[in-house]
């Protein structure tokens, strides 16, 4: 069993930054590819970027350049930086653990385990 929790949401004027943390326990953070989801009202979940088991990462094109994942193994912890926000990136944002997989996976589908998700309101 492994259980994640993000924090580090809030709300913030357009093109401040924000650092969400997600903490994972129950299994070394070595063996988790890890992914960040959003959702917005009204819409479906959708992937945002997540870091492999090896430290690679893959963004959807709307954050690249904006947003970093990194990961600290020692802390079991995965960050998401998000530099020059937008209205548009107002969601509530998910952490998830991939239990099975080498590579960063994009479907919903490939995560075993995910957070409560944490508020990200930006304003114009």
């Known amino acids: 069993q492994v259980q994640v929790v993000e924090s580090g949401g809030g709300l913030v004027p357009a093109g401040d930054s924000l650092r969400l943390s997600c903490v994972a326990s129950?299994?070394?953070?070595?063996?988790?590819?890890m992914g960040w989801f959003r959702q917005a009202p009204g819409k479906e979940r959708e992937f945002v970027g997540g870091?492999?088991?090896?430290?690679?990462?893959d963004y959807t094109d709307s954050v690249k350049g904006r947003f970093t994942i990194s990961r600290d193994n020692a802390k079991n912890t995965v960050y998401l930086q998000m530099n020059s926000l937008k209205p548009e990136d107002t969601a509530v944002y998910y952490c998830?653990?991939?239990?099975?997989?080498?590579?960063?996976?994009?479907?919903?589908?490939?995560?075993?385990?995910w957070g409560q998700g944490t508020q990200v309101t930006v304003s114009s």
């Open positions: 129950g299994r070394t953070l070595r063996s988790l590819v």
């Open positions: 870091i492999s088991r090896g430290s690679n990462t």
């Open positions: 998830a653990a991939d239990l099975r997989r080498l590579r960063v996976g994009k479907s919903r589908q490939e995560y075993d385990y």
